[in-house]
């Protein structure tokens, strides 16, 4: 029987940020709260978080949350998260056994190395539809265990826990009592086989990962335990969905079939288009599980861009800004164009489509005449060419063109940046008015498992809301500039 009242607690944590929202059964957000996470970067391409830090945050977020609201009405918990960061924890004890390897981290480049060098490529793509790269977690457990004495044996002994950020908060808000993931997470570890959807026994042999120490794998909707009392928090609410961020943004826009297209601008961003199988990419994209209710599994294609929004953010630091975005946006709207100024954010190479981890960053273009304010028109400026090349590469593996790209994300909100991505690929851009696409995309996944929406149809006919930007530019304007944008990361490719 559907249920007319009670909310569900959106967990959102991503990178840089944990967010967490009250929804009720409209679909509306009545209560929202937030806070900032510190992350560090001890050595060149090394990039971590404390994952106590990490949980102290959505406690934190929990109880702001909770404090204008009645913890009582709350009928299901929900968690969407950032991906492919891995922590490691001691079963016993739960204390975290290193950091948090964050997905953006390059620490296990020569690791990666070695597995193309064994020509190992081809299976891993076939199996789990990745290419071989840093991003994925798989290195990253890999790196983790062998910072421990006696780390795999640890591991098979079931002595420690492995898993991505949404398992580390399963089990903290468990009070310790189940260790499993999702489907959606799961599958950007490069151990979870597309086909059976279930751990690989040769790939975790491949990256030396126990399997007792992994999560049990689950459906994105489904019943993954209860929550323990915690501050505001009661005990016994049910977590009834987990699903990676990028994956909850795209059913928070409720793109269920086969024909959509999102990009979610966050501190990188991503780019995800349901398919109706497996379908294993040539044109540099990844194939993942979108999301999985019961027996069924969704996939999606999709393109991972890792620096677009740290851009901004370096940029604003590098120029001394106080508050570096804002000051970043503020400069760019002074000038009405880059005057022939590219940026390339390659600060960890360059994800998809090109996939080349040794590629730096790169700026070219500059004049006597050049300015901070052209830069910052710049760095807004690659966020847009990066979504298109990863656009143009869907519509490639696609085969047809593509009517208009859905847009979400906190970058999404710069007008001037949504105005150019439409100019850049010639298409209009429907930017989600709701700053809260991954988090109302989990609680409709919890939702649906407690039954407060019947089925995805219910979901779509919530209200929503969408600003559209019509390209404007010309045709010919907009290929000079991108063959710019192209001749610019040819050189962070090529150049010794």
């Known amino acids: 029987m559907k249920q007319t009242n009670g909310e569900i607690l959106a967990i959102d944590q991503g990178t840089t940020n944990t967010k967490v929202l009250r929804v009720n059964p409209q679909g509306e957000i009545v209560g929202r709260a937030s806070c900032p996470l510190e992350v560090t970067y001890p050595r060149p391409g090394w990039v971590e978080q404390d994952p106590q830090a990490l949980w102290q945050s959505v406690c934190d977020a929990m109880e702001r949350c909770l404090a204008d609201g009645d913890p009582s009405r709350l009928t299901a918990i929900a968690i969407t998260n950032q991906r492919e960061s891995v922590v490691l924890w001691e079963r016993a004890s ?9 997905w953006q981290c390059r620490r296990t480049a020569p690791f990666c190395q070695t597995l193309r060098e064994r020509g190992l490529e ?64 799961a599958s950007r570890t490069q151990l979870l086989n597309l086909h059976t959807r279930r751990w690989d026994e040769e790939l975790l042999e491949l990256f030396e990962i126990p399997a007792a120490a992994l999560p049990q794998v689950l459906p994105s909707s489904a019943i993954y335990g209860e929550s ?22 795209l059913f928070g826009h409720t793109c269920f079939r086969p024909g959509a297209i999102k990009a979610t601008y966050g501190t990188g961003s991503s780019l995800m288009m349901p398919v109706d199988r497996p379908l294993l990419s040539a044109s540099g994209l990844s194939t993942t599980v979108a999301w999985a209710m019961a027996d069924q599994a969704t996939y999606a294609l999709e393109g991972n861009i890792p620096v677009t929004g740290a851009a901004v953010q370096w940029l604003g630091q590098f120029l001394g800004l106080d508050d570096p975005a804002a000051g970043v946006a503020r400069l760019a709207s002074q000038v ?10 390659a600060f960890v190479g360059l994800g998809a489509p090109h996939w080349h981890e040794e590629a730096r960053g790169l700026i070219t273009g500059l004049t006597r005449g050049s300015s901070a304010a052209q830069l910052a028109r710049a760095t807004l400026e690659s966020i847009a060419y990066q979504i298109r090349d990863v656009f143009d590469a869907m519509e490639r593996e696609v085969g047809r063109e593509l009517p208009c790209l859905l847009a979400d994300g906190g970058a999404s909100q710069n007008q001037l940046l949504m105005q150019f991505q ?10 989600s008015t709701s700053p809260d696409l991954s988090a109302l995309g989990t609680a409709y996944l919890a939702g649906l498992t407690t039954g407060i929406w019947r089925s995805p149809r219910e979901i779509g006919e919530l209200p ?12 010919e304007r907009r290929e000079e ?3 710019g944008w192209r001749r610019a990361v040819a050189r962070t490719i090529y150049t010794p």
């Open 228 to 249: 323990a009392p915690a501050g505001p928090l009661p005990g016994g609410i049910p977590i009834a969905a987990m699903i990676g961020d990028s994956h909850a943004a």
């Open 481 to 483: 500039l991108y063959a």
């Open 464 to 475: 929503r809301h969408y600003d559209v930007f019509a390209p404007q530019m010309t045709a």
């Open 94 to 102: 739960g204390k975290a056994l290193g950091p948090c390897v964050v």
């Open 422 to 431: 439409a100019d850049i690929i010639g298409r209009p851009v429907l930017r």
């Open 336 to 345: 009405d164009g880059s005057d022939g100024v590219y940026f390339v954010p």
């Open 122 to 185: 081809p299976l891993l793509h076939e199996k789990t539809g990745l290419t071989i790269d840093p991003l994925f977690s798989a290195s990253k457990m890999h790196w983790l265990l062998d910072q421990i004495p006696n780390g795999y044996q640890r591991g098979a002994a079931g002595e420690l826990c492995l898993g991505t950020v949404d398992s580390w908060l399963l089990w903290n808000l468990t009070g310790g009592k189940v260790h499993a993931c999702d489907m959606s997470n």
